[in-house]
């Protein structure tokens, strides 16, 4: 069905050129002297753009224009103008204008903007698939022999980039083809890291791991601006995806300046993750350093409540003799209370850290709430639902208040989630934990035969606390997730599909850390 235009000027006779263009280039175009009589056309037919010169008797352009987004909020409209006076321009933009055509108008630039306009999403999409058929080659031979570490961040950018390109497509096959092609990219990523790990976690020579995270990115940072604090948000289970999606919304205000990737240390789990990175230790030096505020996984109460101490004896280690102000979100009275609090925080501190728990807590809740499982059906749901809650959450809230007070702004998260789809019989005691992607316990086995658990026997050559002296971890590869014998079938059921974190993929493991400039 073609495109089907409407312009309104009253000489229209002399743009019978430019009108006979846009026909033989395959629009419809209808044509109106009067904005009275634009406005009944408007009623009688659909109309998928409007082209409205400036200039009319009775009615300007403008005025027109904003009329006919009282009625058609989404209809695209193209102002036509001699000139382009910078008061015009204002006022056009007020009205949401989506273009803007200078006479004499040049067929070219004509059919340009009447492409963009009601086919540039089209051919988006369909420059996107052949983009990514071009691309797929490489990238499955990248895959297949092995990225290097670095490579590995590439390739993980690269796979996220195509997802969420072709996830605005209707091309089925080409989405199943990169389904399969991220499946190659787990299965060789999880026996990268499973054969680097513990030679990563007990040398210095590695790549950037949780603990090494502030004091890379983030302290070096503050105090360099004077009269100002260094103020970093932490979302907690933030997968890079859902960065891109945020960096989008971000970009009326702030540029990114850098935007760091690094590996989340195992377990993939809050416990463990951002007690790390608050510390700048692992997890097996915290609970020596710190045994009173070490929480074992078969212990009751929380498990970060101290990282707020962690942070300071961070910057203790560093001597960097500073005030910190600390704020955990976990309720939306508690999200109230801080944009109330912000301006007297951001002033009485060096460093400010904002902590903000819902994506997880959207991740984990998924299971028990059916409107969840239909909202986070699958990674591209997943994104949606994610940009729905930022935009009205507390955190961008947040985020579109700080330019008044500081000039950059640091964002990271402890960990990522993946979406689990094959479960591993495990056996354990009654103690062992209940987490479907990692567990610690005694007496833990499971069927060798399985490629997809990673079987860490000695802890603490992994730097692990063990809560008993038998105590070893088994972790989940790519998509599997661990699963006892005890009702087997029903917590399959129930878990499969479910987003889990505490493993090892490509979704858990490499996450962001970004510094934003505030636009000025």
């Known amino acids: 069905m073609r495109s089907r235009i409407l312009w309104v000027d009253d000489e229209i006779e002399h743009l019978e050129p430019q009108v006979l263009h846009l026909t033989q280039k395959g629009f419809e175009v209808l044509t109106s002297r009067h904005p009275s009589e634009t406005l009944e056309l408007l009623r009688q037919q659909p109309i998928d753009l409007l082209i409205v010169d400036e200039h009319m008797p009775g009615m300007d352009g403008i005025e027109l224009a904003r009329q006919v987004k009282r009625q058609h909020p989404h209809l695209p409209i193209v102002m036509v103008t001699k000139d382009e006076d910078e008061k015009l321009m204002e006022a056009a933009v007020g009205t949401d204008i989506a273009d803007f055509l200078i006479k004499p108008i040049k067929p070219q630039q004509l059919l340009s903007t009447c492409k963009r306009l009601l086919i540039g999403e089209s051919l988006l999409q369909r420059q996107a698939s052949i983009d990514y058929q071009r691309e797929f080659r490489r990238l499955s031979t990248q895959i297949a022999f092995g990225p290097s570490l670095e490579e590995w961040w590439q390739v993980y950018k690269d796979l996220v980039h195509w997802d969420m390109a072709l996830e605005k497509t209707d091309m089925t096959e080409l989405r199943e083809i990169l389904e399969g092609q991220k499946a190659e990219a787990n299965l060789m990523f999880g026996r990268f890291f499973t054969s680097n790990y513990m030679e990563w976690v007990n040398s210095n020579q590695r790549p950037t791991l949780s603990p090494d995270v502030l004091p890379k990115f983030f302290l070096p940072y503050v105090g360099a601006r004077k009269n100002e604090p260094t103020v970093l948000l932490l979302v907690d289970g933030m997968r890079y995806d859902q960065w891109k999606i945020l960096e989008a919304l971000c970009a009326p205000s702030y540029h990114t300046m850098e935007e760091h990737l690094f590996f989340s240390i195992l377990p993939t789990a809050t416990q463990y993750a951002r007690n790390s990175l608050f510390s700048g230790l692992f997890p097996l030096e915290i609970a020596q350093r710190f045994p009173r505020y070490w929480a074992d996984d078969d212990e009751e109460g929380g498990k970060n409540l101290f990282e707020e101490e962690f942070f300071k004896d961070l910057l203790h280690r560093y001597k960097m003799p500073v005030k910190v102000g600390y704020v955990k979100?976990?309720?939306?009275?508690?999200?109230?209370?801080?944009?109330?609090?912000?301006?007297?925080?951001?002033?009485?501190?060096?460093?400010?850290?904002?902590?903000?728990?819902?994506?997880?807590?959207?991740?984990?809740?998924?299971?028990?709430?059916?409107?969840?499982?239909?909202?986070?059906?699958?990674?591209?749901?997943?994104?949606?639902?994610?940009?729905?809650?930022?935009?009205?959450?507390?955190?961008?809230?947040?985020?579109?208040?700080?330019?008044?007070?500081?000039?950059?702004?640091?964002?990271?998260?402890?960990?990522?989630?993946?979406?689990?789809?094959r479960a591993v019989r495990v056996l354990g005691d009654r103690e062992t934990t209940t987490n479907l992607r990692y567990k610690q316990g005694r007496n833990l086995s499971y069927d060798k035969s399985e490629k997809g658990v990673f079987h860490i026997r000695k802890p603490e050559e992994a730097l692990l606390p063990r809560a008993t002296a038998s105590s070893t971890y088994l972790f989940a590869l790519e998509d599997h997730f661990l699963v006892y014998p005890t009702n087997y079938n029903e917590y399959v059921r129930l878990y499969r599909d479910s987003y889990q974190h505490g493993g090892i993929s490509l979704e858990e493991i490499i996450v962001p850390f970004v510094r934003l400039e505030v636009k000025r």
């Open 329 to 421: 979100v976990l309720r939306p009275e508690e999200g109230k209370a801080l944009v109330q609090q912000l301006p007297q925080l951001l002033k009485q501190n060096d460093i400010v850290l904002l902590i903000f728990n819902f994506l997880d807590l959207m991740a984990h809740t998924r299971v028990q709430m059916n409107v969840l499982k239909e909202l986070a059906a699958n990674d591209t749901a997943l994104r949606a639902t994610t940009r729905a809650w930022l935009e009205t959450s507390t955190f961008y809230q947040v985020l579109r208040l700080l330019p008044q007070y500081v000039s950059q702004v640091f964002i990271t998260t402890d960990h990522g989630f993946v979406q689990v789809r």
